[in-house]
């Protein structure tokens, strides 16, 4: 993958961003993730590669646009797979909460994990503390070890879990262990990423949540040098063959970086659409001026960089905020 791809990738990440917080706080998830899509969707045309959608907004049946096995970009190399959420956290952006993002990763063809719309069982930690997890370990023994690794006494870790009745078991035995706790409604993706950045204020992600937003996390934990573990969890019969149509048998096997991202190469894209603790929001400055803050990286190089942009929406190609 060129270099430059990182920054087209960025300009459709910031677009989607642009065109959702118009819906900020209002109610209307759709709304916001209907204008995210279209905007993403139009600046995809204009990046010089071929995609192949490969976890998007559903089945070519259930999704206008974005939907698995769509081509993207205007060009004929390179060939891509591409892993999108248009609007990471509809939930969160209706209610105007934190950690909103909109979300691009792409990969050379063939190395993303396809992963179907089921849940995913997580455990994500940040360079630090790469090499010290096990999904299968017992939750106090994991605490300990992200402890050890981040210097820290046990009282000090905050491991981040997503607030559904699913994860009360685990809420119990974070808090007996004696770690902190950050409770989430939605977004682990950006729960995920936080873990890499120390000043975010967390230490490891636990819980069970979908298998895409698993697979998008660990392409940003790949570019940053943290580590994840999953293991796909079907709901019924259908699921389950549907894991063994993707050549995984046993749906018991835990999932490392190398099952989730092959290779050594990836392009992480984000852009903050509500403030959160690494990205700010959209800002609207008046006089058709707006504000971003996006973050893009590249697993090949390291690279990290964090962009600030100011738009002349009366400029730009699709128009920010347009509902669809």
């Known amino acids: 993958m060129e270099r430059e791809l990182a920054l087209e990738i960025v300009r459709v990440t910031e677009m989607a961003a642009l065109a959702s917080a118009r819906w900020m706080g209002t109610g209307r998830k759709m709304e916001a993730d209907g204008a995210a899509t279209s905007a993403m969707r139009a600046m995809f045309d204009t990046v010089q590669m071929r995609g192949t959608v490969v976890i998007g907004e559903g089945e070519m049946d259930e999704a206008p646009m974005l939907y698995i096995g769509e081509q993207l970009g205007c060009a004929q190399t390179p060939e891509l797979d591409v892993a999108v959420d248009p609007l990471e956290g509809t939930n969160i952006l209706a209610k105007g909460l934190w950690n909103a993002m909109a979300v691009v990763a792409v990969a050379p063809r063939g190395t993303l994990l396809h992963a179907p719309d089921m849940y995913m069982q997580k455990i994500a ?128 096997r835990v999932l490392t970086m190398q099952d989730l991202v092959r290779g050594d190469d990836a392009i992480f894209a984000a852009t903050g659409v509500t403030d959160g603790e690494l990205l700010r929001g959209v800002r609207f400055l008046g006089n058709g001026r707006a504000r971003t803050h996006s973050l893009v990286m590249r697993a090949q190089t390291g690279t990290v960089r964090l962009v600030e942009a100011i738009h002349d929406l009366n400029r730009k190609p699709v128009q920010a905020g347009q509902a669809v």
């Open 125 to 252: 930690v940040g360079p630090r503390a790469k090499g010290q997890i096990d999904l299968d370990a017992p939750v106090a023994d994991n605490l300990r070890a992200v402890a050890r690794a981040q210097g820290k006494d046990i009282g000090d870790v905050v491991a981040v879990i997503l607030d559904r009745p699913r994860h009360r078991k685990l809420i119990q035995d974070v808090r007996e262990a004696g770690a902190r706790i950050k409770l989430i409604s939605d977004g682990d993706v950006a729960a995920a990423l936080n873990t890499a950045f120390p000043d975010t204020g967390v230490d490891i992600l636990f819980g069970t949540g979908g298998a895409p937003e698993g697979v998008l996390a660990a392409c940003a934990l790949k570019c940053l040098g943290g580590e994840m573990q999953a293991r796909l969890v079907p709901e019924d019969e259908a699921q389950l063959r549907r894991l063994q149509r993707m050549g995984i048998s046993d749906a018991s």
